[in-house]
């Protein structure tokens, strides 16, 4: 007989990102990049606008909240690694398994179990565990999204936690309750393990705390209102909205937490309250800068405008110029099999036009009645933000998108 030949190993391939190994799979959608983003840490970089946001929310809660030994209760997490397990960015915060923030044509993927933290609120169940009661999280943030002057792949949140016991709540000669003596009946209003007076008195709390906060920031006199909303982590839950130019614009995101959340990861004799916030959106408004790519430049034209020591210093970003625009449509047939999803289209106008991409947005689709084929045609909008672009290059460019979407999404360009 023969020996049996060794068993054939196939290499699987993998991919290094921060140093670390990942196996990639069907799942992997992280483009290079989105991982050379990784390593700019905006919200640590001094003199940069959302690191002064960042100091200037902290700043406020470390005022607001003080022991009784006059330090600060909140304590702030900033350095976090943005790879999370999709535990962490969902199943920990019961997020539903059908829920389409899990898709992959949403989030950016290492492979089927690692990713990008969407928000930093994936970070909210660890933290309680290690025995913390009252923090704050700030991070880089990675979403698959449209692009244009307000949304970018990757921005910068910041969440808080503050959970309080029974005791903390209520002092014994009030003779409330925080929890029912057994769980009662989930309401729009509250859940089914809560009091109405806990609810009462800690959703007053988080929303003084947060309209207080955007005073802090914008102004005595911004103009906000309280808004409905719905997270698989929170309930009740609600947005902030300030106007904004004439628009309400969204702020943030809070609510009291699940309470099965807090009690999985040990803290069950108390209740809290968490909210999550874009820095971004902040830093726009406060500073008046028009554009969320400006956030990346490295021209010292911008940073210098942000070299301060005190970062309560009021700003106003000066405009250095503005350089034209290019526009350039791009028509293609999609592939008759398969899922087409545009997300995939603009991670390949991101990856190989860079910051020279000011918008990309579907202007015209439509079905060809005979052939049964769908046609999808892109205007881009090219712009860079520190110097005019020449035909030539923009030409370059655009004809790249169109070979790479031809070679990766199998479409097929029409001329
Ligand atoms: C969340 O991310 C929740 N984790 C927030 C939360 C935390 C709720 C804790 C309750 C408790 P949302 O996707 O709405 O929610 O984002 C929160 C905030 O991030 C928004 O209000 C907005 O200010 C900012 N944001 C969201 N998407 C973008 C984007 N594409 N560009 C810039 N800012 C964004
Ligand atoms: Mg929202």
Known sequence: TTPALPPKTSPVATLTVSGKQFEKDSYTNITPTIIKQMSRKLHQQKCHPIYLIKERIVSYFYKKYIGR?????FSVYDNLDPIVTTHQN???????HNHSSRLKSDSYYLNSNYMLRAHTTAHQSDLIASGLDNFLIVGDVYRRDTVDSTHYPVFHQCDAVRLQTQHELFPEEYGLNVFEKKPDRRTDDKQAEHTVDAVRILSYQLKTTLQDLAKAL?????????????????????????????????LLGCGIMEHQIVAKAGAGDRIGWAFGLGLERVAMRVYDIPDIRLFWSTDPSFTKQFTVDDPHTPIKYQPVSVYP??????????PPEGEFNSNDFFDIVRSVGGDMIEEVSLVDQFLHPKKMMKSHCYRITYRHMERTLTKNEVNKVHNEIGCKAVEALGVDLRV
């Open 69 to 73: 030994t006059g330090n600060p209760v």
């Open 90 to 96: 969902f199943d920990s915060l019961l997020v539903p």
């Open 218 to 250: 914008f102004g005595q006199d911004v103009e906000y209102r309280w808004v409905e909303a719905y997270f698989p982590f929170t309930h009740p839950s609600w947005e902030l909205e300030i106007k904004h130019n004439g628009e309400w614009l969204e």
């Open 325 to 334: 625009i290019c526009v350039n449509d791009i028509s293609f047939w999609i």
